[in-house]
């Protein structure tokens, strides 16, 4: 009798793992649809190799290049000096949307900014939020003001980052990532093929929109459930700086690769892929 219950709980327990496998498999076999903002000095091209991997997933996916950077030649970068002007291509894409159609949102490092700007005006159509090693500002606070204070000025006194002033202008009207230090600092773990083509399309970004304090409501921005996907090999935005930026304004859930330098569309495009198809399936 023991022997026939054993072998009833082993069939028992081995159908209901097989059946939260089939729901897991299904529910990451829905298509879902990613929208994909790039950070300072990268453009839309940064995610090629991910692009690619979630659309042989099945997935929907667009990579937008932000105003003033790549094809995105509407203004020049030095014309560009509020958020709500260089998030305007992610804006018009997600106001164009169907009137059922939800998007995930994924922002890579300064895209923090634009991508919690849009999370406020269009909380309906943003099913979750994404941030990959990107700044979390919290309501009343600028890029700049929700990052660890050493953060800048260690990249500015170490010569990775330079301040681009006009003879008019008070303040910077743009930055840029100095080239000589972007292998070691950005792409210390991806492929050189892949650090030698950022090299060569790296622009300039926007200084005023890390300085722009943001207005995130309750009822809208915190509506959307948010995530973190912290990069353990990061050089540029170590994880101590990361967890400074998570601390200011924690999400639902925090989440490490552990291999992945300040690109992780680079150094780890499958773990990527696979971390973002399963974050929008929870």
């Known amino acids: 009798m023991m022997a026939l219950q054993w072998r009833w709980t082993v069939v028992t327990l081995s159908v209901m793992l097989l059946l939260v496998s089939i729901h897991l498999q ?3 076999g829905r298509q879902q649809h990613f929208v994909l903002i790039h950070g300072l000095g990268h453009v839309a091209w940064c995610w090629y190799k991910i692009v690619t991997l979630l659309k042989q997933k099945g997935h929907r996916v667009a990579a937008l290049d932000l105003t003033s950077n790549g094809i995105n030649r509407a203004a020049s970068t030095d014309q560009v000096n ?16 169907g009137n059922n159609e939800k998007v995930t949102l994924v922002g890579h490092s300064l895209a923090g ?4 700007y849009a999370m406020e005006l269009y909380p309906s159509k943003i099913t979750k939020a994404i941030f990959v090693a990107a700044f979390t500002p919290r309501n009343n606070q600028s890029f700049l003001s929700s990052a660890n204070p050493k953060s800048f000025a260690r990249l500015v006194e170490n010569g990775v980052l330079v301040l681009n002033v006009k003879a008019d202008s008070e303040l910077p009207t743009s930055a840029s990532l100095v ?15 892949d650090a030698n083509l950022a090299q060569s399309l790296l622009t ?13 409501s309750e009822e809208r921005y915190e509506s959307i459930r948010r ?11 170590p994880p101590e700086y990361q967890e400074y930026s998570i601390a200011q304004n924690p999400p639902e859930k925090i989440f490490k690769m552990h291999a992945s330098d300040h690109s992780p569309f680079f150094s780890q495009p499958q773990q990527l892929c696979n971390l973002l198809v399963h974050i929008a399936t929870l």
Do not use: Q, W
């Open 113 to 116: 900014c634009p991508l919690s």
């Open 82 to 97: 509020s958020i709500a002007h260089y998030a305007e291509p992610l804006l018009e894409y997600i106001r164009n949307l």
């Open 204 to 216: 300039p970004t926007p200084f005023p929109v890390s300085v722009e304090f943001l207005k995130l």
């Open 227 to 237: 995530f973190y996907i912290m990069l353990m090999k990061d050089r540029l935005f």
């Open 26 to 28: 299904e529910g990451e």
């Open 179 to 193: 080239l000589d230090h972007v292998k070691s600092y950005l792409y210390n773990e991806s492929p050189d093929e």
